[in-house]
């Protein structure tokens, strides 16, 4: 199972970080399911499916992205890199969020520009990300309270760099709001904070990155809708942000402008925040979860809500996480998939519209690698396929 990010340069060997990848393979595939009707699941129509249906065919495929944190007013886009470090996109394009230099939308993966040097990518609400090999950060899409990062509030639908820096690491990027660390270790958000989503201390928005803190051990971001996660280099979770429906796995309903530690343990490795709740998994392959779960969000085989994480079954085989609007999709160290929760759209990929409140394998196949979870919608590599 992975294990904690090193915080050392861009290349995150053998690491996953929620709703976006930074793991390459040799001879990958791309399945995409749930609902599709801004074209995002990449397969040339606005059908919603309920099963994996491959993307494409002959390509290989390495880092994935799906948006769509409140699909209730959101569009939906994706974005993936292939091996060969070229940025494809296909989805709503309402804003430029495809980077095409238009807001034509597409509904299946058209190349942006001829550069191989993209490294991973991030689709947030209405926006871009990805990063370059050389550490640039780049963003593009929708602007309208700075999201972007660049300074301003100029819609882009073509790559712009944020800032000059050469040393982004990793970023997470929510509906209106965006997270991200650099090598060295230090966490940084700008976006809306009208829930203190940004970690700051405040509810003030920011047009362009600002540090939280001072700590240089951050490892591993993730953001909701407007609910915000991370994991320190020394296992240690922390929460800030909207906590109506326990987001924030506190115990309590109370909003937080800063970062608040869940708990005492030191053994958090991956953690993705949806809109309703949370879910993450331990060093020691156990998978938790949280939040508001009338509809089976947190797994836990109840629908009563949970305020604090819950352990899911007993087992040690969990190794990747994803979490969407009301589901979540999984998988284990043997390669299996597995989803639960909402599945009005067939989000949890088992062929049918039936919600769930535990996990449920994904067919029988054992050659999952990667998982992309949006508010609807999933995007799943497999390896040697």
Known sequence: MAGNLQVS????????????????YNDTTLFAWGSNGSGQLGVNDRTHRSSPTQVGTGIIWSKISINGVDVGTN?????????????????????????SGNTTSRSSPVQVGALT???????????????????TLWAWGRNDSGWLGLGDITHR????????LTNWSSIAAGRLSVLAIKTDGTLWSWGENTNGQLGLGDRTYRSSPVQVGALTTWSLVSIGNSNSAAIK?????????????ANLGLGDFTHRSSPVQVGALTNWSLISAGQWGAAAIKTDGTLWAWGDNGLGLVGDGTLDNRSSPVQIGAL??????????????????????????????????????????????????????????GGYSVMAIKNGV
């Open 316 to 373: 040690t085989t969990w190794s990747k996480i994803a979490a969407g609007w009301r589901h979540c999709v999984a998988i284990k160290t043997d390669g299996t998939l597995w989803s639960w929760g909402f599945n009005n759209n067939g989000q949890l990929g088992q062929n049918n519209i039936t919600h769930r409140s535990s996990p449920v394998q994904v067919g029988a196949l054992t050659n999952w690698s990667l998982i992309s979870a």
């Open 233 to 245: 280099t020394d296992g240690t979770l922390w929460t800030w942000g909207y906590n109506g429906t």
């Open 9 to 24: 340069g861009v290349d995150f060997d053998s690491y996953y970080v929620p709703n976006t990848s930074f793991i390459g």
């Open 117 to 135: 040097a993209w490294s991973s990518v991030f689709a947030g609400g209405f926006f871009s990300f990805a990063i370059k090999t050389d550490g």
């Open 75 to 99: 569009p939906y886009h994706a974005l993936a890199i292939k091996t060969d470090g070229t940025l494809w996109t296909w989805g709503d394009n309402t804003w430029g969020q495809l980077a």
């Open 157 to 164: 639908s073509s790559p712009v760099q944020v800032g000059a």
